[in-house]
């Protein structure tokens, strides 16, 4: 089924929001905000037994939901210079983990989302070229190349969980 886009608006990048950041903070917060709205538009409705199913094996909306928020906060921590806590280390060991209703899981994405607009705007007046060490192994990057890999990967993720969505709509019965 085709879905309209919230209020018909043209997609984030082209209602000229966000104007005073720089191009590049810009785009990734477009990006973030174009993946709410699918996230909003694609899991309404979504039956309990769709949120955890794992039709042909694919991640279930409930990892792509939970990626998608702990994802931005992780990027943002080493956009910003610092390591991960234990705690980010943990909740990454359970995205995996099924259990929740859809709006527990909205509640997560959209506290998330938020926090990484906020976040953003605050990394607009840095040098996007300052260097930068993100994962386990430490690979360096820039501030820049992180932000970019935000709005790439949330996209990416978003459409990830659109085709789960469609699938487990069609392959799982609900009762």
Same mark, same amino acid.
């Given at each position: 089924m085709l879905r309209v886009r919230?209020?018909?608006?043209?997609?984030?990048?082209?209602?000229?929001?966000?104007?005073?950041?720089?191009?590049?903070?810009? &785009?990734?917060?477009h990006a973030v905000e174009l993946a709410d709205e699918d996230v909003q538009n694609w899991c309404e409705g979504l039956a309990r037994e769709q949120i955890d199913a794992r039709p042909c094996g694919i991640e279930p909306v409930s990892f792509h939901l939970r990626h998608l928020a702990g994802s931005l906060d992780r990027l943002l921590t080493y956009a910003e210079g610092k390591n991960l806590t234990e705690m980010q280390l943990a909740e990454l060991g359970t995205e995996m983990s099924g259990?929740?209703? /859809?709006?527990?899981?909205?509640?997560?994405?959209? /506290?998330?989302?938020?926090? &990484?607009?906020?976040?953003?705007? &605050?990394?607009?007046?840095?040098?996007l070229d300052v260097s930068r060490s993100v994962g386990r192994?430490?690979?360096?990057?820039?501030?820049?190349?992180?932000?970019?890999?935000?709005a790439d990967h949330t996209q990416r993720h978003a459409g990830q969980l659109i085709?789960?969505?469609?699938?487990?709509?069609?392959?799982?019965?609900?009762a």
């Open positions: 919230i209020g018909d608006l043209p997609e984030p990048w082209l209602r000229g929001t966000h104007a005073i950041l720089p191009v590049v903070v810009r &785009a990734a917060v259990g929740k209703g /859809m709006e527990e899981l909205l509640a997560g994405w959209n /506290m998330a989302r938020e926090k &990484a607009i906020r976040r953003l705007h &605050a990394l607009a007046t840095c040098d192994e430490q690979t360096a990057t820039s501030i820049g190349g992180i932000i970019v890999h935000i085709t789960t969505v469609k699938v487990a709509r069609g392959s799982v019965s609900v």
